[in-house]
T-cell receptor, first 115, second 117 residues
Framework: DAGVIQSPRHEVTEMGQEVTLRCKPISGHDYLFWYRQTMMRGLELLIYFNNNVPIDDSGMPEDRFSAKMPNASFSTLKIQPSEPRDSAVYFC?????????????FGNGTRLTVT | AQSVTQLGSHVSVSEGALVLLRCNYSSSVPPYLFWYVQYPNQGLQLLLKYTTGATLVKGINGFEAEFKKSETSFHLTKPSAHMSDAAEYFCAVTFNAGGTSYGKLTFGQGTILTVHP
């Protein structure tokens, strides 16, 4: 199993530009999560999907952030326009199994730098 | 509402020494607790989890944790530290939201473990 795959690993962009982060979950997993990690705020859950449907987006910081999951094998997190305070590591994670306490499987993250 | 507090953002030990990383939780319903480890430039990996049953939980790489309801704690231990244990460790809590519903996983702020030769 290839695990959760995120791309790109690093993204450097200028303020005001659109940024798109991509995630391929583990095949067969029916939950997908987007987290943001910063020194100041730690790990924050932004949004999660179940069977491609967004369930809880209360962690999305602003309307500049949007996430989609057009099918079971792909999700995107978009920031438009980007701001320096969006600089962080963004993780995608997926979860399978019927048990609510099945572990999350994380990708290696995308380090975003907005200048 | 539920939360976890990790005591100590940095812990430093010598190779071969006991590792103790502290986690206290707050939950209005029975909690389910996890420890994850994050190596540099990687995502988080599950070390161990407590759901129900035995309160002493064994995980990978020789780590274990004990659920103590009376102390609302779930501390992570390892008898003898190895250089390869150097990483950041996260405690997390969730709960049974009913059926197979997902209970939101709340992470602590993390503890960076440094192991000296």
């Amino acid at each position: 199993d290839a695990g959760v795959i995120q791309s790109p690993r690093h993204e450097v962009t200028e303020m005001g530009q659109e940024v798109t982060l991509r995630c391929k979950p583990i095949s067969g997993h029916d939950y997908l999560f987007w987290y943001r990690q910063t020194m100041m705020r730690g790990l924050e859950l932004l949004i999660y999907f179940n069977n491609n449907v967004p369930i809880d987006d209360s962690g999305m910081p602003e309307d500049r952030f949007s996430a989609k999951m057009p099918n079971a094998s792909f999700s995107t997190l978009k920031i438009q326009p980007s701001e320096p305070r969006d600089s962080a590591v963004y993780f995608c994670a997926s979860r399978g199994g019927t048990a609510f306490n099945s572990p999350l499987h994380f990708g290696n993250g995308t380090r975003l730098t907005v200048t | 509402a539920q939360s976890v507090t990790q005591l100590g953002s940095h812990v430093s030990v010598s190779e071969g020494a006991l590792v103790l990383l502290r986690c206290n939780y707050s939950s209005s319903v029975p909690p389910y607790l996890f420890w994850y480890v994050q190596y540099p430039n990687q995502g988080l990996q599950l070390l161990l989890k407590y759901t129900t049953g035995a309160t002493l939980v064994k995980g990978i790489n020789g780590f274990e944790a004990e659920f103590k309801k009376s102390e609302t704690s779930f501390h992570l231990t390892k008898p003898s530290a190895h250089m390869s244990d150097a990483a950041e460790y996260f405690c997390a809590v969730t709960f049974n939201a009913g059926g197979t519903s997902y209970g939101k996983l709340t992470f602590g702020q993390g503890t960076i473990l440094t192991v000296h030769p």
